[in-house]
């Protein structure tokens, strides 16, 4: 059997380990230069950053589980931490959260009413709320957005602000207001709902491109695949008792590009024309990261930070200390999710803000950065709205499976939804082969 993968980010990375670990032939094709799609390793101005900063959550077992296989070492690629929330506020009211090493239930129940700057209402309403998540009861039958499930299920206050509000903004990459209240809870009660190890933080300590891309990449030419880069696909067509793509014959093909890119190849035959108009009606969200590199004295007291702890109308979000993680001593990431007023500025006056803001909120003075770069994924996600309609992994159109973090329909777009994705779409190829060879 020989299978096509078209696209190189971890969701066509994590269908092509799949089928090379079963013995399958794979050709992968990949438009750009390198892998690894929007979590991937990017030089700048002779300086290796990531295109993006992620987190990655003990939950992710998919991920882990890949890391491992293909080679990578997730103890020492990335950091683990008990979940730990901390928002500096620069007023002395800073609001913290972090849980404690106990079993499940009672590290999340212990660490809800031990959290500082949050009334004991909110903290006792914040701990029945994650229990009516993990009974089910609290999944809205009805889609309805976060806001609204939150305001059901009376969750108010700073608990709402900085753990709800900011973990629906950084998972879903969407407004609590505009964001899917299903899917919102499918990855609470995975995350927060799951055992202890599933709530940990997990920070790499590589950029993206170390994590995951380049050891898959040997991982598969190590078993016979091919990866090549530089091949956009325009069109994959019809071939004997297959497909074929720029002419060559393939068994079955994994589609893992983006849903705007891959609506442009399922809209040329009529068989797989619905999931391109479903996902035409996609809209997308954007994700800005602003590096800045200090001093290498300059460092955060966590390496995780969330700002804007005043609720004051601050751009910032996120910062974490690169120092802290990836021993690049004095830079520092900013982390923008979903549509908001820091698109408006350029970047000068972004950086420039948001070095402003952290100052204010440790209470101290920052010395100037040296450099700043700024990163604006204007399409980094599809928007995670009510109702969104997923396509399934199966096309309509025989041979045609699709992959990629909009396919796997209870997740948002993260790295663990692409990887499951990847890997759903490998199975489903290879049990179909079964089937047929049955």
């Not at 293909?70 to 620069?90: H, I, N, Q, S, Y």
């Not at 040997?218 to 994959?236: D, H, K, M, N």
Request: glycine share 12%; charged share 20%; with cysteine.
């Amino acid at each position: 059997m020989r299978v096509a993968v078209v696209g190189g980010g971890w969701a066509g990375l994590a269908a092509a380990v799949e089928l090379t670990d079963a013995g399958v032939g794979v050709a992968l094709f990949e438009a750009a230069k390198q892998l690894g799609g929007r979590a991937r390793g990017v030089h700048l101005a002779g300086r290796r950053l990531d295109n993006g900063q992620h987190i990655l959550l003990g939950a992710y077992r998919e991920t882990l589980r890949l890391l491992r296989r293909v080679g990578a070492d997730p103890a020492r690629a990335l950091r683990r931490l008990p979940l730990e929330l901390r928002f500096p506020d620069g007023a002395g009211s800073a609001f913290r959260l972090r849980l404690p090493p106990l079993p499940a239930p009672w590290h999340l129940a212990t660490g809800l009413l031990t959290a500082t700057g949050a009334s004991p209402r909110e903290k006792i309403a914040a701990a029945l709320f994650m229990r009516r998540l993990q009974g089910r009861a609290g999944v809205p039958v009805d889609d309805c957005s976060v806001a609204t499930l939150l305001d059901r299920h009376g969750q108010h206050g700073r608990l709402r602000r900085h753990l709800w509000e900011a973990l629906c903004l950084a998972a879903l990459n969407t407004a609590p207001a505009q964001a899917s209240a299903r899917i919102f809870a499918h990855t609470l009660r995975d995350s927060l709902g799951g055992d202890r190890a599933a709530t940990d933080l997990l920070l790499p300590t590589v950029d993206l491109g170390r994590l995951f891309p380049e050891a898959a990449a040997g991982f598969i030419t190590l078993r016979g695949g091919e990866i090549r880069l530089g091949r956009r696909v325009a069109a994959i067509e019809a071939a004997d008792r297959g497909l074929a793509i720029h002419g060559e014959r393939f068994d079955a093909v994994v589609l893992a590009v983006a849903p705007q890119h891959a609506g442009a190849l399922l809209a040329r035959h009529p068989r797989s024309a619905a999931d391109a108009r479903l996902l035409a009606g996609y809209a997308f969200e954007p994700i800005g990261t602003v590096y800045c590199g200090y001093p290498p004295e300059v460092r955060l007291p966590f390496p995780m930070l969330g700002l804007g702890a005043n609720g004051d109308g601050a751009l910032g979000q996120w910062v974490f200390d690169r120092g802290a993680l990836c021993g690049t001593a004095g830079v520092l990431a900013f982390v923008l999710s979903g549509s908001g007023r820091w698109q408006t500025l350029d970047n000068p006056r972004l950086a420039d803000t948001l070095h402003r803001e952290l100052a204010s909120a440790l209470r101290r003075h920052l010395p100037p950065f040296v450099w700043s770069q700024v990163i604006r994924e204007r399409r980094a996600t599809f928007s995670c709205r009510p109702g969104l309609p997923r396509p399934q992994a199966a096309s309509a159109r025989a041979g045609l499976w699709l992959a990629g973090d909009y396919v796997c329909a209870d997740y948002p777009a993260t790295l663990e939804a692409a990887v499951r994705s990847g890997v759903a779409a490998a199975r489903g190829i290879l049990g179909a082969g079964e089937t047929a060879g049955a």
